[in-house]
């Protein structure tokens, strides 16, 4: 087992607020933060269905490998603690490389087995009290997750957790879409199960650590071999009936190629659904970012707003950007000269993030008056066009609307890329909107 987490969260420093990271709402997240949950991620299959040389939670979805996807869901939940990995030998390496790419969080390695129970168990063992030299604590709830099962989202990971807290175990679920028949051994109908009444057990699953720890080390060796399902194991070696908990279709198991297409389509849905505000507003100002973000929200699934300037929000905006945002606004209240804006672009322009998609950036400044105006376009004329051209090589696609803040009336709208007008006049729209019913 490898010594401790790989990369822990460090103290937060000061520099900018960013809201909206941990999702959930506030109160069932923090009723979920006293509790201790730590997370099994078996990774180690081979993915022989896939029918494709590397194992499936290492094939790139997104110029990302999948396990990546799975491992961000998980760390953005702060209520999760630890996240303990089962890989192969064979793939630790290639494991920590990935790890540090991507910057990912609070991860421990352990060995993978040589069947799915057995990684798991492993990842179990890992977070039991009596491990010489381990940094981990035991958990009062561990949820166990498959590596490839990218997309789970925080209220599942929570229901599942706060249920197994009060029944001991609990399995999110899917009705099942095709009936499940029993063939007799002459290939022939036996029975067939009525649909209804049946569902498809997925994942998350959680359990109290004691509960699902106790019930893997009295299991036969021919569970750990042939056994797909763990509620079973809680159920059959420490009479522990598991609550069941509606899931939604995404958590479904990336198993077949065609599996792979589909996560490919969902995260560039997700994408195009993630948007970051940027916002050089004082401390006593914050409410105007709350007012943006609100109102973005109405529209959008994932909305992060920072306030502060953004020579402090480096480490916040370079883990936005690792999350795959690829939608920015970026309002210049403090500074003139659309000097923010200009920081954001060398920022993104560094992080190479427009190689794998375009990215799009709204500059919102103020023009207060008309001389100051016509002044501007003769001295943003020159500028802005060369950024144009600066940013589109880059695949970074500038979009400016300056307005008054005070009246919101949008004085200048240059779309650099007729593509993006659609998706960007709604957002203008809000933005003043929001704008003048703020106070600064
Ligand atoms: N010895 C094993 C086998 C599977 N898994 C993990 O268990 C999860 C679900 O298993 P499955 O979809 O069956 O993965 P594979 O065994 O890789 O696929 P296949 O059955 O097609 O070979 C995956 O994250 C897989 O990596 C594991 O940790 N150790
Ligand atoms: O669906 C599940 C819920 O228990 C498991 O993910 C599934 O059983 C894994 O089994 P296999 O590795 O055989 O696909």
Redesign the pocket.
């Known amino acids: 087992m490898e010594p401790g987490p790989l990369g822990a969260a460090g103290p937060s420093e000061p520099g900018p607020r960013v809201r909206g990271v941990c999702g959930a709402a506030p109160a069932a997240s923090a009723s979920a933060s006293s509790l201790a949950v730590a997370a099994v991620?078996?990774?180690?299959?081979?993915?022989?269905?896939?029918g494709v040389p590397t194992?499936?939670?290492f094939c790139q979805v997104l110029e990302r490998p999948l396990?990546s996807y799975?491992l961000q869901a998980l760390e953005r939940v702060c209520w999760i603690k630890d996240i303990v990995v089962?890989?192969?030998r064979e793939n630790m390496e290639a494991m920590k490389g990935i790890i540090q790419k991507y910057q990912h969080k609070r991860i421990s390695l352990v060995e993978?087995?040589?069947?799915?129970?057995?990684?798991?168990f492993n990842g179990l063992k890992a977070l039991a009290e009596d491990q010489p030299d381990s940094k981990l604590l035991k958990p009062e709830v561990v949820i166990i997750h498959?590596?490839?099962?990218p997309f789970v989202e925080e209220d599942i990971l929570l229901k599942v957790a706060t249920a197994a807290k009060e029944h001991g175990a609990a399995g999110a679920v899917r009705p099942l879409v095709s009936t499940v028949i029993s063939p007799s051994a002459d290939g022939c109908l036996d029975h067939s199960l009525e649909r209804a009444r049946h569902r498809a057990s997925e994942?998350p699953q959680a359990f109290l650590y004691d509960v699902i720890y106790a019930a893997y080390q009295q299991c036969s060796d021919y569970d750990l071999e042939f056994g797909?399902e763990c509620l079973q194991l809680a159920l059959k070696y420490c009479h522990v009936k598991a609550k069941l908990v509606e899931g939604s279709p995404d958590l479904w198991?990336?198993?077949?190629k065609r599996d792979l297409y589909a996560a490919e389509s969902i995260i560039k849905e997700r994408i195009s659904q993630h948007i970051c505000v940027v916002m050089d507003t004082k401390e006593d100002e914050e409410h105007v970012g709350r007012h943006l973000e609100e109102m973005l929200k109405n529209e959008l699934n994932h909305v992060k707003v920072t306030s502060g300037p953004l020579c402090h929000a480096g480490r916040d905006l370079q883990q936005i950007i690792l999350e795959q945002c690829y939608s920015f606004v970026c309002v210049n209240v403090m500074t003139s000269e659309f000097e923010e804006t200009q920081k954001l672009l060398n920022m993104l322009k560094e992080s190479h993030l427009s190689v794998l998609y375009p990215v799009v950036v709204i500059s919102v400044s103020e023009s207060m008056q008309i001389f100051l105006f016509k002044h501007m376009l003769l001295f943003f004329g020159i500028q802005l066009f060369s950024w144009a051209r600066y940013v589109c090589k880059n695949e970074i696609f500038l979009h400016n609307l300056l307005c008054n803040f005070a009246h919101a009336a949008i004085m200048f709208e240059s779309p650099v890329q007729m593509g993006y007008i659609v998706l960007l006049t709604p957002f203008s729209w809000q933005l003043s909107r929001v704008l003048s019913g703020s106070s600064f």
């Open positions: 991620l078996p990774a180690g299959g081979s993915g022989e269905r896939m194992p499936k939670q396990i799975t089962s890989v192969t993978a087995g040589v069947t799915r129970h057995r990684s798991i498959d590596a490839v099962r994942m797909t198991k990336v198993t077949y």
